[in-house]
């Protein structure tokens, strides 16, 4: 080997490399971002009318920080509205296991929901296993899933639809008939005996009567109706990111809950769990999401979602 063969061999190994993998050809197209809110709820609305699901971008600032979250109002008179709350397990692995955790999303697209939130709080009897027990009423096309939670002789206040699809919301221990589907808040305990109410009542803030840590910012979801029960407010707002949205208390909640157009309205599960999905009613592709505190979405015991069917099913 000459000495000038063996000089260009050692300044070849002694050289570092400085690709790990080789080079993108010329032109490669590069991943494109995901769309802004504002982008995305208008790719929505050029499939979907407002008049049907009208879509908004919660964006506000505090002197505590920003606030930011998504708000959805269903038209439940619009032909080809069909309610999706998660369905009863068909075999059951164990006694009282109510739910397997399944994260909204992915139910979302497993059950063709064009819309999704989070829905009742839960417990885990199994966590290895995602077994829960669902805290309080929830039904699907008309089965029971977990029946309606009491505390001291008062049942939990509850979102409930008809087998027409018109919604109604049931303050704590006033009877429920007619459930078609349903989910349900959280009422009082041990710790707050006297804490069972409704975010809002009658038109009225009365976020300081419910669940939970009404005064403290959390990422919070919340379903609302409207005074003729033919409309349905969907609410998530992020929170444990102080660079994106620093959370809500239930009382501020409650008040974008009324200027939505919610004459009553229910604090659903959150923190972790919150959880907005909305889909192409066409494609099934992801629309839009909220930003979970965990980085992702949580697997929750049930989700309530909206499907557009093309020829409204018989009830």
Request: no cysteine; net charge negative.
């Amino acid at each position: 080997m000459t000495r000038t063969l063996a000089a260009l061999l050692a300044l070849i190994l002694a050289t570092p490399l400085a690709h790990a993998q080789p080079p993108a050809p010329m032109g490669a197209v590069r991943q494109a971002a995901p769309p802004s809110p504002a982008e995305a709820i208008a790719a929505f609305e050029a499939a979907v009318s407002r008049d049907v699901i009208a879509v908004d971008f919660i964006e506000r600032d505090t002197p505590d920080g920003p606030i930011r979250g998504f708000v959805a109002r269903i038209n439940l008179a619009a032909p080809g509205i069909d309610i999706a709350v998660t369905d009863p397990l068909d075999t059951p692995p164990a006694d009282n296991v109510e739910g397997i955790l399944e994260p909204t999303d992915a139910w979302a697209k497993r059950v063709n929901a064009t819309l999704a939130v989070n829905a009742n709080f839960f417990s885990w009897l199994n966590r290895d296993e995602g077994w829960t027990d669902l805290i309080g009423l929830s039904a699907s096309d008309g089965q029971i899933v977990s029946p309606r939670r009491t505390y001291q002789g008062v049942a939990d206040a509850a979102l409930v639809f008809d087998d027409q699809g018109q919604a109604r919301i049931v303050p704590a221990g006033q009877p429920i008939d007619a459930v078609y589907d349903a989910v349900s808040g959280v009422g009082a305990s041990d710790s707050v005996p006297t804490r069972n109410g409704l975010l809002v009542t009658a038109g009225e803030n009365t976020a300081m009567t419910t669940r939970v840590a009404p005064e403290v910012r959390h990422p919070r979801t919340a379903a609302g109706v409207t005074d003729d029960g033919k409309a349905l407010i969907l609410m998530v707002i992020d929170g444990r990111q102080p660079d994106w949205s620093i959370g809500i208390d239930l009382v501020d909640l409650a008040d974008l809950m009324i200027e939505y157009g919610s004459h009553t309205a229910l604090n659903l599960d959150g923190g972790g769990s919150s959880a907005f999905v909305l889909r192409h009613p066409d494609t099934g592709e992801l629309i839009a999401q909220n930003r979970p505190s965990d980085g992702d979405f949580r697997a929750v015991a049930n989700s309530i979602g909206v499907r557009l069917l093309d020829t409204p099913e018989p009830r």
